[in-house]
């Protein structure tokens, strides 16, 4: 993510737009690489970027959307949604954390790492994105900020052939 990205991120978060606007038009984006690669074309002239803005996102994001465009940031604007979700964590003290793993965990199971992330980081609540992810073979991978706890078959294995390469 680039630190451009990142102040539109939290211009966006500073707006107090409504949250279901951002998410509908962060959904729009992500569901339409076509409509990206329209907005961010040079080729396509501003008044008709508009115009398309104007046709599908609520009226107040809309400025914003235009903003984006005219200063070609469009093709960051995941990275901008990101930012964005990141501010609104951060202002809430949560952590946020990714989890890696082969088999999903249970609800009770994914209630007690939240709680657990939450009691070792001293917040208050855990957005916890959850990524399937069947090379690990078994166990699962944690991320929260830089620290990364690696409880996979895949990382066991490497972590042995590392040992032994140092014999």
Request: negative net charge; charged residues 30%; hydrophobic residues 35%.
């Amino acid at each position: 993510m680039t630190e451009r990205a990142t102040q539109y991120g939290k211009a966006l978060y500073e707006l107090h737009l409504n949250e279901d606007c951002i998410n509908d038009a962060a959904k729009t984006i992500a569901d339409s690489k076509d409509l990206v690669d329209a907005l961010d074309n040079p080729s396509v002239r501003a008044t008709e970027k508009h115009a398309v803005i104007d046709k599908l996102f609520d009226k107040s994001i809309t400025s914003f959307m235009k903003v984006v465009t005219d200063n070609h940031m469009v093709s960051q604007i995941t990275d901008i949604f990101e930012a964005y979700n990141d501010c609104k964590i951060e202002a809430n003290n949560w952590a946020k954390a990714t989890l890696y793993y082969v088999t999903k965990p249970d609800d009770k199971q994914l209630e007690a790492i939240k709680s657990k992330i939450a009691g070792d980081t001293g917040k208050d609540g855990v957005e916890l994105k959850l990524v399937e992810q069947p090379s690990l073979v078994g166990g699962f991978v944690l991320k929260v900020g830089d620290f990364e706890t690696d409880r996979s078959i895949k990382g066991h294995i490497k972590q042995l052939t590392q040992n032994l390469m140092r014999r």
